[in-house]
């Protein structure tokens, strides 16, 4: 009981209260473009002409995305950052999980992670991605260096993102002042107007550049919302296919609405037990003397 305990301080793995859209775009059926281009494709896809029929039904890119970046440290929430990498990977970007310190890192499950590079040699990124964890997350939210590196790259950034209590990291840079955000269910109104931001209540929230999701899974669907909203609907789906995402869970569940009142209680009071002594120990120590 005590490593389950452990287990789940180490953690947050929910995913937020309501849906970024009620109704999402339908793309499947064949609108008389689509037919169009149809008539106009090869029989069957060769070597010799895969890239122009990708680019026939794909499109273009609003913006050349060429570098991404994805914020990784001790205690690091596995799916925080695994998901957006997968997704983010099949794009044909540059994508490096960017440590803090040099050396491999331990995620919040315990797997040690062989970053790319670290912080200090990352000077640019069209896309930052910064995932959340818990202890890790706080810890890292107070250090100065990374929050000054968040704000270097993101004054040249296209898309500057954060998954899960990855908010917390982004919002102590100050980037989140007066923007609508959406973070993981825990104490998320709390944390969020800590920092400035606008609780959105949403599975993801974009407002400018800013783009920032619920717990955990809710990264996947924003990663691939980025994806959408520069590449296209037709590139996001082929990612979707790829991955075969289409959810469906055994049991109702994943949101406070949605838990047993019971669970529900115990989770908060679990991250309230490991959060709480580390965030006002951390807070003491910033304080003036």
Not at 120 to 134: F, K, R, T
Request: aromatic share 8%; net charge negative.
């Amino acid at each position: 009981m005590k490593k389950i305990f452990i287990a789940l301080l180490v953690i947050i793995a929910s995913c937020n209260q309501k849906p970024h859209d009620d109704h999402p775009i339908r793309v499947n059926e064949m609108s008389s473009a689509d037919s169009a281009l149809a008539a106009r494709l090869p029989e069957k896809m060769e070597p010799e002409n895969h890239s122009i029929i990708m680019e026939l039904i794909l499109g273009k890119p609003k913006v050349s995305i060429k570098k991404i970046g994805i914020l990784v440290y001790d205690g690091v929430n596995d799916l925080d950052f695994t998901g957006p990498r997968y997704v983010f990977g099949q794009t044909g970007s540059h994508v490096q999980l960017i440590s803090v310190l040099p050396g491999n890192i331990k995620t919040a499950m315990g797997v040690e992670v062989i970053p790319n590079t670290v912080i200090d040699s990352v000077q640019q990124l069209d896309i930052l991605v910064i995932p959340g964890g818990a202890t890790g997350t706080v810890v890292t939210s107070y250090n100065k260096k990374v929050l000054s590196w968040i704000r270097q790259i993101d004054a040249n950034s296209t898309y500057t993102s954060s998954v899960c209590t990855g908010a917390w990291i982004l919002g102590a840079s100050g980037l989140l002042k007066g923007k609508k955000a959406s973070t993981n269910w825990y104490r998320e109104d709390e944390f969020l107007r800590k920092y400035g931001a606008v609780p959105a209540h949403e599975r993801f929230t974009n407002d400018g550049k800013y783009w920032t999701s619920a717990g955990v899974t809710a990264g996947m669907d924003m990663s691939i919302a980025i994806v959408r909203d520069n590449w296209g609907d037709k590139f996001a789906q082929g990612i979707m296919l790829d991955m075969e995402y289409d959810p469906a869970p055994p049991i109702e569940g994943g949101s406070p609405e949605k838990t047993n009142w019971l669970v529900l209680w115990m989770m908060k009071s679990m991250y309230d037990a490991g959060i709480n002594p580390l965030v006002d120990s951390l807070d003491r120590i910033q304080q003036p003397h």
